[in-house]
């Protein structure tokens, strides 16, 4: 009857393996890239602006920080505030001063 065993298409199966394991790829692919564009948070992460550098608190702001939170009481506050304004009126000299 038939010469060739499945109508002649010998070894075609290693095709459609090889396609479906392709179509799963592509669909794990398209879910995982769904789920990465829908669960981004874009304020996260956003570039700071080029023009201003970073600013780091000032030994003063720093204290006041903690006397807001609570970290210091207020005479503790005011204390540590002084050994500050000594420290920088020692460093700015003489010169300074008289101005």
């Known amino acids: 009857m038939h ?3 499945n ?6 199966w290693w095709w459609m393996a090889i396609m479906m ?4 790829c592509g669909v794990i692919w398209i879910a995982v890239t769904a789920i990465r564009v829908t669960s981004h ?12 550098p970073p ?12 006397l807001a939170r609570g970290e ?3 005479d503790d506050y ?3 505030l002084d050994v500050l304004d000594q420290r920088t009126d020692a460093a700015q000299g003489p010169i300074s001063r008289a101005r």
């Open 41 to 52: 948070t874009p304020h996260v992460h956003a570039p700071r602006d080029a023009s201003t």
């Open 78 to 80: 005011r204390r540590r």
């Open 72 to 74: 210091i009481e207020p």
């Open 21 to 24: 394991i392709i179509v799963w």
């Open 3 to 5: 010469r060739y065993w």
């Open 7 to 12: 109508d002649g298409w010998t070894g075609g």
């Open 55 to 66: 600013t780091t608190p000032t030994p003063r702001e720093i204290l006041a920080e903690r």
